[in-house]
Nanobody
Framework: QVELVESGGGLVQAGGSLRLSCAVS????????MAWFRQAPGKEREFVAA????????LYTDSVKGRFTISRDNVKKTVYLQMNTLQPEDTAVYYC????????????????????WGQGTQVTVSS
């Protein structure tokens, strides 16, 4: 059974930083693209960032470019999201997702490409 467990969320002031982690168990992630999505209250789930199976390709939604960095450690089977210069509009539940695909580029932004999802971790940014 594949399980994704997010951690690292919390309450931070605007301008602060958090690092989210997503630990995967039950399978290797070396052939998986990994991503982060988020869902704010009253809004649909949206794509945040993704990294291809090889780590050579990353994709970010425009609103987080230059502030967020996604990375992966296949040995530890963990994916990270470093979030800097956080803003109140970043407040949301953040979900980790994984899918066995060799795709790169804009395809990584689609939630339909991911088979595995975590339960989410709350990030709250106060103004």
């Amino acid at each position: 059974q594949v399980e994704l467990v997010e951690s690292g969320g919390g309450l931070v002031q605007a301008g602060g930083s958090l690092r989210l982690s997503c630990a995967v168990s039950g399978r290797t992630i070396s052939r998986c693209a990994m991503a982060w999505f988020r869902q704010a209250p009253g809004k649909e789930r949206e794509f945040v960032a993704a990294v291809s199976w090889s780590g050579s390709s990353t994709l970010y939604t425009d609103s987080v470019k230059g502030r967020f960095t996604i990375s992966r450690d296949n040995v530890k089977k963990t994916v990270y999201l470093q979030m800097n210069t956080l803003q109140p509009e970043d407040t949301a539940v953040y979900y980790c997702a994984g899918g066995e695909t060799y795709s790169t580029g804009s395809y990584l932004a689609s939630p339909y490409g991911y088979d595995y999802w975590g339960q989410g971790t709350q990030v709250t940014v106060s103004s």
